[in-house]
Every structure is written in C-alpha cells, then in structure tokens.
Nanobody, 123 residues
C-alpha cells in the first residue's frame, strides 16, 4: 500500500511559478513510477507528467513541455512538479499518482492517488 499527499498549490498570477510536492509513504514507494495529473472544472482528468522509479526517465504532456519539470528524491520519498510561466488554463486540481515499476500516461494504469491540491492562476 502506498499513501500519497500533495502540497504546494495556491493562487498565483499569470507568469508565476509554483512547485508542487507529493510525499509518498509505504514500504516500496521508491519502486513506483510517479505521475502528475490534473482536472479542471468541468473537464476530465488529464495527464501532465510522469517519472520513472529511478528518476532517469521523464515524459510530459504537450501542454507541460518547456514549462513544467517533474523530479523525485527517493531518499525523501517525494516527487515534485516545478511549474513555471503559469497560465490561466493551468488552473486545476493537481493529483499525484503512483504505480509499481513502469510509467504510463493512462489514468487507469495508476493504482494509488493523492487527494489533490488546487492550483489557480489568475489573469
């Protein structure tokens, strides 16, 4: 069992930066591929970024490329999402997700989810 807790969301202006954190607990959490998803009001949850369990492989949605960076510190059991140049369309609840071993961009492939953290970008 893996438990995930996100933090770092907030209200910022267009162009600002935020860093989200996802703390993981559980005996084998460092063996999990991790990802960030987001869900805007009235829209379906969508993939943002993922990172392999070793942190050696990353993959981003087109909307995140060049602005967001996912990273992890296995010693701290924490995954981060650095978000720069934020836009109003980035407003959403951001969720951390985990699955054992290989990463994926599919919501249904992830076993463990956090409760989400709200990011609001004002224009």
């Amino acid at each position: 069992q893996v438990q995930l807790v996100e933090s770092g969301g907030g209200l910022v202006q267009t162009g600002a930066s935020l860093r989200l954190s996802c703390g993981a607990s559980g005996r084998t959490s460092s063996s999990c591929a991790m990802a960030w998803f987001r869900q805007a009001p009235g829209k379906e949850r969508e993939f943002v970024a993922r990172i392999s369990w070793r942190g050696s492989n990353e993959y981003y949605a087109d909307s995140a490329k060049g602005r967001f960076t996912i990273s992890r510190d296995n010693a701290k059991n924490t995954v981060y999402l650095q978000m720069n140049s934020l836009k109003p369309e980035d407003t959403a609840v951001y969720y951390c997700a985990a699955r054992y071993y290989s990463g994926s961009t599919e919501i249904s492939d992830y076993t463990y989810w956090g409760q989400g953290t709200q990011v609001t970008v004002s224009s």
